[in-house]
């Protein structure tokens, strides 16, 4: 509630006119005594995207782009799937295609959200069935555990695996991000488990959703999965993804996303899409 200084002062200048909620979203607006719920929206902004296995139409003023997972515990050198031997070149090189996508995505008003693994310092809610996953014998470096001296990067010594706040749990530096951009902490694969994202995307009125980050077979297609469970249009940006899986598995996400799930896309077809849209204008 406005607190009573901003009530007298409204009063004193006479502005009765309020919006109540997300500007750009759902929101009401009280105009004196009347409370008006008609939700005004922007005028709709088609474009027909290039897209396996069919060509989509959306309407880009109800569309987000989620990113998931672009943190350096999974994508930087010194990192936690660096320190424990595994490949991530191929993470760190979609910043790129992420930042010319972001970029447009703030220009065109669509919103911007930054779905990571923030884990709670405790691991309250996290159960044993998912800490196993990244320990399986019990004794090795797993979620919330401190990484080990890294030999390249001093900085990620002490850091918790995936620990809010920690240099692991943070974007990579590679990253353009806004201050207005959305950014929501998960604890699952999924970014909709436990988390305020779905309601978060409704109340922006977001009926399509583009998807990138890594790991794309893991928490990317988990979180696309979610999403098409609750009603959201889908589309993976292929050039936005990837993973440090074998090759055979970004091949059996791409046929189950495009099979099952929704559509997949380079972002270059949304560029092209904007061009064209422009000269009809």
């Known amino acids: 509630m406005p607190s009573s200084k901003t009530q007298t002062e409204n009063a004193q ?24 719920m008609t939700r005004p929206r922007p005028a709709s902004r088609h ?4 897209a ?4 989509v139409r959306i309407d880009l003023t109800q569309t987000a782009f989620i990113c998931v997972d672009m943190q350096n515990d999974f994508c930087s050198l010194g990192g936690w799937l660096d320190s424990i031997g595994v490949d991530t070149c191929a993470g760190r090189q979609l910043a790129l295609a992420i930042n010319s996508l972001t970029g447009l995505c703030r220009t065109l008003g669509m919103p911007v959200i930054w779905v990571n693994w923030g884990n709670r310092t405790d691991r309250a809610n996290l159960p044993p069935v998912l800490l196993h996953v990244y320990n ?20 990620a010594a002490g ?24 950014f929501v902490d998960k604890y699952r694969m999924s970014g909709f488990r436990d988390t305020p994202l779905d309601s ?18 893991q928490c990317v297609l988990a979180t696309l999965m979610d999403a098409n ?3 959201y249009d889908t589309l993976l940006l292929e050039d936005c993804s990837a993973t440090t899986s074998p090759d055979f598995c970004t091949a059996a ?28 204008q």
């Open 159 to 182: 850091s918790r695996v995936l620990e809010k706040g920690s240099w692991g749990a943070a974007l990579i530096d590679d990253l353009a991000v806004s201050a207005n951009d959305t």
């Open 200 to 217: 978060i995307l409704r109340t922006l009125g977001v009926k399509t959703v583009l998807f990138g980050g890594v790991n794309m077979d």
């Open 229 to 231: 469970f609750l009603g």
């Open 13 to 36: 200048s006479g502005d009765r006119n309020s919006v109540l909620g997300i500007a750009r979203g759902e929101h009401y607006r009280v105009v004196g005594e009347i409370v008006d």
């Open 52 to 55: 396996r296995p069919q060509d």
């Open 253 to 280: 996400t791409l046929y189950n996303v495009r099979r099952c799930f929704g559509f997949s896309l380079h972002s270059s077809a949304i560029h092209e899409a904007l061009a064209a849209y422009k000269d009809d």
């Open 136 to 155: 399986p014998d019990g004794n090795s470096v797993g979620l919330g555990d401190p990484l080990l001296p890294h030999k390249s990067e001093s900085r």
């Open 47 to 50: 474009v027909t995207l290039t």
